[in-house]
T-cell receptor
Framework: GQQLNQSPQSMFIQEGEDVSMNCTSS?????WLWYKQDPGEGPVLLIA?????ELTSNGRLTAQFGITRKDSFLNISASIPSDVGIYFC???????????FGGGTRLMVKP | KAGVTQTPRYLIKTRGQQVTLSCSPI?????VSWYQQTPGQGLQFLFE???????NKGNFPGRFSGRQFSNSRSEMNVSTLELGDSALYLC????????????FGNGTRLTVT
């Protein structure tokens, strides 16, 4: 099925470093969402973006909804060990709540 | 406030059998969606229900079906199981009918042998 192009696929960083990941699509979305998934658990919603150009923060996380509505990025500042996990972007349109997901970014943090 | 609850957490079935998975949404949420997660295909949309009506359906064979009850709880059924159906099945609920963030349960891990 269709997926968003999410990059990078994995990152191995030092604790305290900043992280950036992004998602692109050939289709326009009206909403972009970012989720984090820990092993054995379901994805947890981090940030939801509803307007093109919107920049939203949640603690050390900042995400932006691209102007073209075809992309989004997520930044994590001053990473800590509990940031380890898989981060997913997802796009949503107005017709229902169906999400199209990116392939995920696996983040590993070295203490 | 309780989150999305999925039962059972783990399930082992044999090829050819059928299986029913259950999902209880967050209280007050009337929209329920199901996703299949595999290492190869990632997160794939199965179907979405709102007020007991299926609103959207993903590209899965007819062996995959679902329903929603009047209390918003949902079940999905997979008949004639195949080895490739082994996956994590995730249920998500949302408050509104459209353009509303999804909140996921911890899934049911199905293994088909």
């Amino acid at each position: 099925g269709q997926q968003l192009n999410q990059s990078p696929q994995s990152m191995f960083i030092q604790e305290g470093e900043d992280v950036s990941m992004n998602c692109t699509s050939s289709s326009i979305f009206n909403t972009w969402l970012w989720y984090k998934q820990d092993p054995g658990e379901g994805p947890v919603l981090l940030i939801a973006l509803y307007k093109a150009g919107e920049l939203t923060s949640n603690g050390r996380l900042t995400a932006q909804f691209g102007i073209t509505r075809k992309d989004s990025f997520l930044n994590i500042s001053a990473s800590i060990p509990s940031d380890v996990g898989i981060y997913f972007c997802a796009g949503q349109n107005n017709a229902g709540n169906m999400l199209t997901f990116g392939g995920g970014t696996r983040l590993m943090v070295k203490p | 406030k309780a989150g999305v609850t999925q039962t059972p957490r783990y399930l082992i079935k044999t090829r050819g059998q059928q299986v029913t998975l259950s999902c209880s949404p967050i209280s007050g949420h009337r929209s329920v969606s199901w996703y299949q997660q595999t290492p190869g295909q990632g997160l794939q949309f199965l179907f979405e229900y709102f007020s007991e009506t299926q609103r959207n359906k993903g590209n899965f064979p007819g062996r995959f079906s679902g329903r929603q009850f009047s209390n918003s709880r949902s079940e999905m059924n997979v008949s004639t199981l195949e080895l490739g159906d082994s996956a994590l099945y995730l249920c998500a609920s949302s408050r509104q009918a459209d353009n509303s963030p999804l909140h996921f349960g911890n899934g049911t891990r199905l293994t088909v042998t």
